[in-house]
């Protein structure tokens, strides 16, 4: 399974918010420039966020995006199932409608991959991403 383009610029602006997290509202055009991403793009990224209700958005002069939760409350897994859908590398593990499911042999390979990848993206958070940002930059 491949993460798209979406769904990694979709984590460095949700990573932008929790890094300026108690200081107030960020604008796109700050997020571009801090993450070198395409404000256009990041307007179509940021809306399915905002509707979800993990970022939202304030109009006017100091406009702009705050995470709705603190970022420790927010998992990687749950940024991603929004922006991407399901996290399964096929389909037939979400929904077993196939014919051959109670005997396919690989269907325990699948469904153990979903869970060691539920695993890693539930268990780390925003706050998790922001330190290991600043431990990078030496911030």
């Known amino acids: 399974m491949k993460i798209s383009t979406k769904g990694r610029y979709g984590i460095r602006?949700?990573?932008?918010l929790a890094l300026h997290y108690e200081q107030g509202t960020l604008s796109l055009k700050a997020i571009a420039k801090e993450?070198?991403?395409s404000e256009k793009y990041?307007?179509?990224?940021?809306?399915?966020?905002?509707?979800?209700?993990?970022?939202?958005?304030?109009?006017?002069?100091?406009?702009g995006y705050l995470l709705t939760r603190p970022p420790k409350e927010i998992t990687i897994?749950?940024?991603?199932?929004i922006l991407e859908g399901s996290l399964s590398p096929v389909d037939c593990v979400d929904n077993p409608t196939c014919p051959n499911s109670d005997s396919c042999a690989s269907l325990?390979?699948?469904k153990k991959m979903?869970?060691?990848?539920d695993d890693v993206v539930?268990?780390?958070?925003?706050?998790d991403l922001a330190e290991e940002h600043r431990e990078k930059h030496h911030v």
């Not at 539930?122 to 706050?127: P, S």
């Open 114 to 117: 979903k869970d060691a990848l």
């Open 77 to 81: 897994g749950e940024i991603l199932r």
């Open 108 to 110: 325990s390979i699948w």
């Open 35 to 37: 993450q070198d991403i």
């Open 42 to 63: 990041l307007e179509q990224i940021v809306n399915p966020l905002t509707k979800c209700g993990l970022v939202q958005s304030y109009r006017g002069a100091q406009g």
């Open 122 to 127: 539930d268990n780390i958070t925003l706050a």
């Open 13 to 16: 602006l949700m990573l932008s």
